[in-house]
């Protein structure tokens, strides 16, 4: 079993920034990790991805080139870094993570999520 467990979320003004982080832990090789929003009254959206094979990432065409994902393998943890947010970054942020690699179409684990609000 994964647990996954984000931190970094909070209020920031547009045009600010914010870093996410989500620790695994549970087992020792998790190949793809990622993040998911859901904004209120809104589906959950894929955000980005990123597997253990270096440069192997993938993001939502609305946050390319605002949002960096990256991870430190060695501490099962990723990151999120969100630059320039906007009002419709407002969301859960969730994460997710598959064993095998994958594009986390349907991912195999999830976090309890972090609220991001982004103020106008």
């Known amino acids: 079993q994964v647990q996954l467990v984000e931190s970094g979320g909070g209020l920031v003004q547009a045009g600010g920034s914010l870093r996410l982080s989500c620790a695994a832990s549970?087992?020792?090789?998790?190949?793809?990790m990622g993040w998911f929003r859901q904004a209120p009254g809104k589906e959950r959206e894929f955000v980005a991805r990123?597997?253990?094979?270096?440069?192997?990432?993938g993001y939502a065409d609305s946050v390319k080139g605002r949002f960096t994902i990256s991870r430190d393998s060695a501490k099962n943890t990723v990151y999120l870094q969100m630059n320039s947010l906007k009002p419709d970054d407002t969301a859960v942020y969730y994460c997710?993570?598959?064993?095998?690699?994958?594009?986390?179409?349907?991912?195999?684990?999830w976090g309890q999520g972090t609220q991001v609000t982004v103020s106008s």
């Open positions: 997710a993570a598959d064993l095998s690699i994958s594009t986390l179409s349907e991912p195999g684990y």
């Open positions: 549970g087992r020792a090789f998790i190949h793809t």
């Open positions: 990123i597997s253990r094979i270096p440069g192997l990432t």
